[in-house]
């Protein structure tokens, strides 16, 4: 699977979008872009994933770049109970179903 | 009720103890897994299951072993329990069909190893 590069934290204001960067340089073509949030140690949660159109779900829009080296995951109007770890995860569709976690980015949402 | 349910919540064990986590679900997924995250870092994959008959090891498996009871329950033992096995565990669940996200996980359980 390709490895990801995400910064370990970031704050945001509530009410404003919060845009997480992810970098993934190595992606592969049959490689989707995945991301998870986990809630203070809650079990972690999905929130979306593309392979290379951007994609908008009820939680977050997801823009990869044309070069599918990079991505950002938009919370378009952040709200304390957005505050979480974000993991972006690279890895093909049917590699057996297996989740590999990094390290994350710490959202905080201040008021 | 949770469609992942992990026992105990909290378990505070001896070294050199034997102890089991349990994981039941009602999602009907085929397939399991167990996590374990140490403070600040993502999570590690102990051990996975596709189905009932099937067990493959994760990327840190030592020291742990499984049973998959039934399609709807996995359960994790630490044979001895040693303080670097001190971390929250997640139960997780996912089917054939769904891919990964379609994960489920559990609420954890937070073993700490004296």
């Known amino acids: 699977d390709a490895k990801t590069t995400q910064p370990p934290s970031m704050d945001c204001a509530e009410g404003r979008a919060a845009n997480l960067p992810c970098n993934h340089s190595?992606?592969?073509?049959?490689?989707?872009v995945y991301w998870y949030r986990q809630i203070h140690s809650q079990g972690p949660q999905y929130i979306i994933h593309?392979?290379?159109n951007n994609e908008t779900n009820e939680m977050a829009s997801l823009i990869i770049t044309e070069d599918r080296k990079s991505s950002t995951l938009i919370l378009p109007h952040a709200t304390l109970r957005d505050t979480a770890v974000y993991y972006c995860?690279?890895?093909?569709?049917?590699?057996?179903?297996?989740?590999?976690f990094g390290g994350g980015t710490r959202v905080l949402v201040k008021p | 009720d949770a469609d992942v349910t992990q026992t105990p919540r909290n378990r505070i064990t001896k070294t050199g103890k034997r102890i089991m986590l349990e994981c039941s679900q009602t999602k009907g997924h085929d397939r399991m897994y167990w996590y374990r995250q140490d403070p600040g870092l993502g999570l590690r994959l102990i051990y996975y299951s596709f189905d009932v008959k099937d067990i493959n090891k994760g990327e840190i498996s030592d020291g742990y072993s499984v049973s998959r009871q039934a399609q709807a329950k996995f359960s994790l033992s630490l044979e001895s329990a040693i303080p670097n096995q001190t971390a929250l565990y997640f139960c997780?669940?996912?089917?054939?069909?769904?891919?990964?996200?379609?994960?489920?996980f559990g609420s954890g359980t937070r073993l700490t190893v004296v």
């Open positions: 997780a669940t996912s089917s054939t069909g769904t891919d990964v996200y379609g994960y489920t």
């Open positions: 593309g392979l290379k």
């Open positions: 995860i690279v890895r093909p569709k049917a590699a057996g179903n297996k989740l590999t």
């Open positions: 190595t992606i592969s073509g049959n490689e989707y």
